[in-house]
């Protein structure tokens, strides 16, 4: 999930600031419409600040919980296997488009129970924004969402789309854009992110087996690993807030947007040791990965358990590889080791 806004005149930047200014929702706002070029209404709850904020995460909640998501890990298990084998059968092939975003597509497709409609997600691409055309238009996304509303409201269906069609806020049931803006965030919030942090591992492994070698003798570093890659990956490295909510008035300034950084936080050398060195074994990993605060990521279990199974997956797997091609975007300035995009990675196995 990467939200286009027009270009911040401030960002803040730092683990303290950035902390303080996540929890401060009156300074920064939420309260605002991304990507303007392609859609008009808000995505949830994304774009709205407490107390109604607080509202939608608890009609949510249910969907993201750790015990809900625990009992998929069997289907997840299969899911990463399966992929694994055939990636491996066939190389070198894309790791992002025949490996990451098809895994990431079908554990989708158990979570929202609509494994008839991976095809169709995978067919999309990493980016929903782009689905089926080259530039930015968001036709293919809402083509679908208008259809699994229909579909939903009619009560043809008995997934998670029937059930949020149907959520209801101060007992009141969302309207089609509300609905729009809450499935468009559980489409877009769990796709491109969770495809780069597998991607990053991959990626990782392929140039340092030693890493790969050492969480096989020691897989109770699994867990530190995730939040390592997690925190050197930032899948997403930054969020705007508004200094003057947009529903208040009409008398926008241009200049009210305000980026905040999280990846300038997750390498901050007063917060991390030597934060351009990948360390699986980092003890005390407090990242941001997930943003903080009150919009702190609502998929952050899906993301960890998922991550969890696909690195034990590949733990368990004889596969041993090294890079055989990369086409990859990094961050600039003093962060430019740091992967910002994964256009191409190809692998071979050694
Ligand atoms: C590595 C994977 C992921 C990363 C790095 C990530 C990152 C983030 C960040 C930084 C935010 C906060 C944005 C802000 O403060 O403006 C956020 C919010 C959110 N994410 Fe994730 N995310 C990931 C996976 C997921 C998954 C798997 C889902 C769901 C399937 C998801 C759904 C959401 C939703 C619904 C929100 C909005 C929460 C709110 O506004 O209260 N994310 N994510």
């Not at 905040?260 to 407090?286: K, Q, Y």
Request: aromatic content about 10%; proline content about 6%.
């Amino acid at each position: 999930m990467s939200v286009h806004y027009p270009k911040p005149i401030k960002v803040i930047t730092g683990h303290k600031s950035v902390r303080e200014a996540l929890r401060d929702t009156q300074s920064f706002s939420s309260d605002l419409q991304g990507d303007a070029d392609v859609r008009d209404y808000r995505q949830l709850p994304l774009e709205v600040d407490p107390p109604r904020h607080h509202l939608y995460r608890v009609a949510l909640a249910p969907y993201f919980v750790k015990p809900t998501i625990e009992k998929l890990v069997p289907i997840f298990r299969a899911h990463a296997d399966r992929l694994l084998q055939e990636y491996f059968k066939n190389p070198p092939a894309d790791v992002i488009s025949t490996l990451a975003l098809p895994l990431v597509m079908h554990n989708l497709g158990a979570i929202y129970r609509r494994p008839q409609d991976v095809a169709e997600w995978i067919s999309w691409g990493p980016d929903v924004w782009t689905a089926e055309s080259h530039v930015r238009d968001g036709k293919v996304l809402h083509e679908y969402l208008d259809r699994i509303y229909e579909e939903a409201i009619s009560g043809r269906t008995n997934d998670v789309w029937h059930e949020i069609a149907r959520l209801e806020i101060e007992g009141k049931q969302i309207s089609a854009a509300e609905f729009r803006g809450i499935a468009g965030v559980m489409l877009a919030g769990g796709r491109d992110t969770v495809v780069k942090l597998f991607t990053g591992i991959m990626w990782h492994f392929g140039h340092n087996k030693v890493d790969l070698d050492l969480l096989r003798n020691k897989p109770e570093l699994i867990n530190s690993a995730i939040q390592e890659f997690l925190r050197f990956l930032t899948p997403l490295p930054q969020m705007n807030r508004t200094t003057v909510p947009e529903s208040t008035t009409q008398d926008l300034p241009d200049d009210r947007y305000v980026g905040i950084s999280f990846i300038s936080g997750n390498f901050d050398e007063t917060v991390f040791e030597n934060p351009f060195h990948i360390n699986l074994a980092r003890g005390r990993n407090p990242h941001l990965s997930f943003g903080f605060g009150p919009h702190t990521c609502l998929g952050n279990h899906i993301a960890e358990i998922e991550a969890r199974v696909f690195l034990e997956s590949l733990l368990s797997s004889n596969y041993t590889w090294k890079v055989h091609a990369e086409d990859i975007h990094f961050h600039i300035s003093n962060l430019e080791s740091v992967p910002d995009s994964f256009r191409k990675l190809e692998l071979r196995l050694i």
